[in-house]
């Protein structure tokens, strides 16, 4: 069994329709930054500017966050250029898990971009299966398919039960975005 200061690093996934996937693996680099480690946070089809983002950037010594997508909600088929997008991010992230200059890597919404077909589950498994040991691997999104869960070594579902968007609040800034 494996000590307090041993590094050995362990693949988490947060998973499910209820809000919280991307905040926990955000907190977790928080705490992971606040503990002196450096954290890589590649986020797939997602882009954009978000409150959550510019927090992060008063700690780019410890942080780096890098976006894959286009900032497009995917219905039917992803364009030429999300699958592109995606796969670009996938070989940096193959660089960047091996390296083991980051104690903390946060795939966020790698399950989304598996759903909507812009990798496949096993090129996941691959991208994980080359992380440096003392790698923590984070994996956010919906729809976590049952390979990616029996990969992990923590696995949390996020389960809606009651949200305010059935009754028609919209995302607000600093809350949900």
Do not use: W
């Not at 997602?46 to 780096?64: C, N, Q, V």
């Not at 956010?140 to 398919?145: F, L, S, V």
């Amino acid at each position: 069994m494996l000590g307090q200061g041993d590094m050995k690093g362990y693949i988490h996934v947060y998973t499910g329709e209820g809000k919280g996937k991307t905040t926990a693996a955000f907190g977790l680099a928080l705490r992971a930054a606040g503990a002196g480690y450096k954290v890589f946070l590649a986020q797939f089809v997602k882009e954009g500017d978000y409150s959550e983002l510019k927090a992060l950037k008063r700690l780019d010594d410890f942080i780096t966050v890098e976006q894959f997508g286009l900032g497009r909600f995917i219905k039917g088929e992803p364009a030429e250029s999300d699958i592109k997008a995606a796969r670009r991010g996938l070989k940096k992230m193959r660089k960047i898990l091996s390296s083991g200059d980051y104690r903390v890597v946060i795939l966020d919404e790698a399950n989304i971009a598996l759903d909507y077909g812009l990798f496949s589950t096993q090129e996941l498994i691959d991208l994980a299966d080359c992380r440096a040991e003392e790698t923590e691997l984070v994996i956010t999104g919906r729809y976590a398919p049952q390979e990616i869960i029996e990969k992990a070594d923590l696995v949390t579902e996020m389960k809606a039960i009651k949200h305010y968007y059935d009754v028609g609040v919209q995302a607000r800034i600093g809350i949900e975005k």
